[in-house]
C-alpha cells in the first residue's frame, strides 16, 4: 500500500466515525443520518477499491483516474446542494403557515379578550 | 364581521401614514377591513393596538406575498365574499372603494384592478417605474392576451374563488404581475377600471432601481415557467 492510498482510506474512515458519533449523538436526523452513512460507506469501499478504479477509468475512456473521481463527487455534490434548497424551501413553506397561524390566534385572543371586557 | 368585503391592508413600517389610511377607511364602515402588520420595526404596531384599530400583526416579516396572503387566508376563514387590496401608504383613494365594489359586481370578472393610466390621471411615476410598467404590460399580453395598462397596481378586488386560490399559493415576493398571468391563463377573468392614485404619504416603495432589474428577470422566469405548468 502507497502512502496516498493509506491517506485515502483514513479519511474515508475518519469520516464514517464522525457520521456514526454524530448519528449515535442525535445530532442528524433519521432521514440524513442514514444518507450520510450510506455516503460514507460508498466513501470506504471507493478508498479500498483504489487501486482497481485505474482500470475501471481506462475502461470508460478516462487518460487521468482522478477525473473520474471529482467527475463523480461533483455530480454527488450538486445534487446534494438541490437536495438541500429543496429542503429549505419546504421549511420556509411550513414557517410561514406557522406564523399566519400564530398572528391568527394572535387575534383571536385579542378579540376574546375585548369581548370579555365588553360583557 | 358586518360585510360580506372585506379590505385588505398590508403595512410594513408604515407609523407615518397608516392612521390617515384607516381614517379614510372608516369613512366605509360598509366595509370590513384590517391591517396586516408585517413585523413592522417602528411604531405600526403600537399605534394599532393604541387605536384600537381591527389587525393582525405577524410575528416576523414574511414580505409583501407573505402579508398579503395572510389577509386571503383571513378572508377565506370569514368566508368574505369580495377580498379588497389597498396599500397602507395612502396611494390607494379609498374615495375609488365604491366604484370598485360597483365595476366588481357589474362586470361579474375575477380580478378587477384599478390602474392609473386606463384614462389620463395625475399620477407621475418615475421613469424606471414606467419603464416597468410598459414591460409587464407587453409580457402579459405574450403570456396571457390579456390588456392590462397598470399591472403593478396593488388595488385589486377579487371575487371568493380568486381568495380561495391566494389563501393556498400566492408569490412570496412581486406578485403583482405574476397572479395576473396566472389568472389568465387559468380562464379567469381579470379587467381593469380607472383609480386615481396619490403620491405616497409616508414610507418608502419597496422597489428601489437597482431592485427593478431583478424585479423584471423573476416576474418574467416565474409568469412563463408557473403559467404554462
Redesign the interface.
Known sequence: MDNIHFIVLLSAFVFLVIVVSMTAKNKLTDQYAFMWLTFSIIGVVLAIALPYLNDLATALGIAYMPSLIFLLAFLVVLSLLIYHTQLLSKQEHRI?LL??E???L??DIQDARKEDRNS | MTSNILIIVPAYNEEQAIIGTVQQLQQFPEYDYVVINDGSTDRTKEILETNNIPHISLPVNLGIGGAVQTGYRYAERGHYDYAIQLDADGQHNPEDLHHLVAEMKRRDVDMLIGSRFLEKSNYKGSLTRRTGILYFNYLLRMISRVKITDPTSGYRIVNRNVIKWFANDYPVDYPEVEVIAKLARKGYKVEETKVEMNARQGGESSITPSKSLYYMAKVTFFSLIRSYT
Open positions: 410561514k406564523i399566519q400564530v398572528a391568527f394572535q387575534k
